[in-house]
């Protein structure tokens, strides 16, 4: 049996172990933007939850099978992944991709709405086609999407959530120990859960990052960046007088036109210097 100096002593030892991964963790740092991060979660942890989450989902929203629309989403997603390959090879962060099994399905539903799961499972919903309009437009939300998985946003929104909820020294064990838990937090983290009111400002940074390394892939893909600034603004009209529910963290619109339309510029210098062979809009 521990004795109680014993088990504050090992107790001590998991929490400074958790402070030295906190420290480390805080210098991860996201590809394009730079920015610091902490995400204390293994990627394969929380791939593993995310693609039992996407199986279950479209066992539940059976996916479109066939059809002009699966077809231009396959494609785009297929050329937003070549250019994510070829600036991750380029720039020395293939290892990063190693855990990234991409999918790409389309769900016959009116609501104005797309996610890409941890891990790169992505699904579109018929209506956020209908906005779109055209490949660009779509290639916009799809590079929307893939960034918040390559930003590991998921990841690091849960593990602000696991920290608020469970504590910081008792994360390991909310991982282990408390599946339901977890599984609502990676629901939530990925925006198919209930909101939690502390994440709603952290969101909307991560929009703005998500709307720039998007640009940057559709860029380097080949479809026109141009098109970036329009699909919000049409988004933003698309609810009537209340936005989609898929807009409910998302930055003011007129400021997240003026920023992409000043990215513009830096996206054709990624597409120049970082050339997509086998992209089919090259």
Known sequence: MLSVSNYQSIHMKKLLALVIVITLASCAKVAFTGRSQTKLIPDAEINAMSFAQYDQYLTENRPVTGGAELAMVKEIGANL???TEVYYRANGLEAELSNFQWEFNV????????FCMPGGKVVIYTGIIDVAQNEDGLAVVMGHEIAHALAHHGNERMTQGLMTQAGTAALDIALQEKPAMTRNLLLTAVGLGTQ????????????????????????????NPNEAAPF??????????????FLSTHPNPERRSSDLNNLVAKSLEYKAKYPVPGSTKR
Not at 107 to 114: E, G, L, S
Not at 202 to 217: M, N, V
């Open 81 to 83: 992944v070549k250019a």
């Open 107 to 114: 769900v016959d539903d009116p609501t104005v709405n797309a």
């Open 196 to 223: 939690i009111g502390v994440m709603l400002p952290f969101s909307r940074k991560h929009e703005s990052e998500a709307d720039e390394i998007g640009l940057y892939l559709m860029a380097m893909a080949g479809y």
């Open 232 to 245: 919000w603004q049409r988004m933003a009209g698309s609810g009537g007088q209340s936005p989609p529910e």
